[in-house]
């Protein structure tokens, strides 16, 4: 192969990657972290499912503000506060997290698996 199809690849797989790393300001946590915030009043915790899914099985104190609906109430969280964002299976947390980032929210812990890991 020669060096543009080299560079084209390596570009390839950056952009890949860039896709599932959390970008500065997120960090990814497990359930049992998540949990281990439930008694603090300083964090504000975001499940961004559907209403649906919400209803059907969900945990306090995770508040339902669903993904399509988020860039329109993120004015009712506080900035200063950490925030715990889940989901199903962690991607649409991470595209939350990352929204909450661009808005100026600082401290972003998104929840690795969603849902679907706890237990």
Known sequence: MDLITWI??????????SRF??????TNISVE??????????????????PGEYKANHRE????????SLSGKADKLD????????CQSGMRSARASKMLKKMGFNKIYNV????????
């Open 8 to 17: 084209l690849i390596a570009v390839i797989v950056v952009l890949i990657a």
């Open 21 to 26: 790393m959390p970008a500065k300001g997120i």
């Open 33 to 50: 972290d998540a949990k281990s915030k439930f008694n603090d009043k300083d964090v504000q915790f975001i499940d961004v499912r559907t």
């Open 61 to 68: 104190p995770f508040k339902n503000i669903p993904l399509q």
């Open 79 to 86: 900035k200063d506060k950490e925030v715990v964002v889940i």
């Open 112 to 119: 690795r698996g969603g849902m679907s890991s706890w237990s």
